[in-house]
């Protein structure tokens, strides 16, 4: 998991949203905490609070426009990462491989790139990596709206009823996302 702080006067951490950029020079103390965590991740302290999940237009590498609301009725992992975080590249296998098992049944993870240097980065990452899933450009006003993400990577699941149902901060393995999903995708109702 790397730390991220919005909090300017914080002289704990290095501050990463300044203004309405994201500052790396401040990443590259906290990598080391990311590597260290790199499969540590834990359950957020509001994981159980269900509430409706915030809606956003993002534009995804391309600039085209994409809607949460563009998914209704679907299981969505919203998952909000960055190509230079260590433990947000170990978890991008797991979520090719759940997209490809569960787009059928009513299922998409979307990711949400923390990237400051923009969307060409990002896009010649996601074919390294073979991302078959949506990707966006993330906004300081939906790390905002998703309660300040204080840490990459940091993971939400939506059910089909647009609630978010558990959220995670840190690296999690295929088989958590998997156990959640499932019992989300049996509901049909949406």
Known sequence: MT????????????????DSRINLKGVVALLL????LLLGGVRSPAADL???APEWPLSDFEGKTVKLSDFKGKVVILDFWATWCPPCRAEIPGFVAIQKKY???GFTVIGVSLDQQGPSVVKSFMR?????????MGTPKI????????AIPTTFVIDRQGNVVTA????????????VIGPLLENTQG
């Open 3 to 18: 730390r991220m702080n919005a909090n300017k006067t914080d002289p704990k951490f290095p501050t990463m949203l300044t």
């Open 33 to 36: 905490t990311g590597a260290a």
């Open 50 to 52: 269900k509430r409706a």
């Open 103 to 105: 787009a059928d049944k």
């Open 128 to 136: 390294s990596f073979g991302m078959n899933y949506p990707v966006v």
């Open 143 to 150: 790390i905002l709206d998703y309660g300040g993400i204080t």
């Open 168 to 179: 995670y901060q840190g690296a999690m393995d295929q088989a958590t996302f998997e156990s």
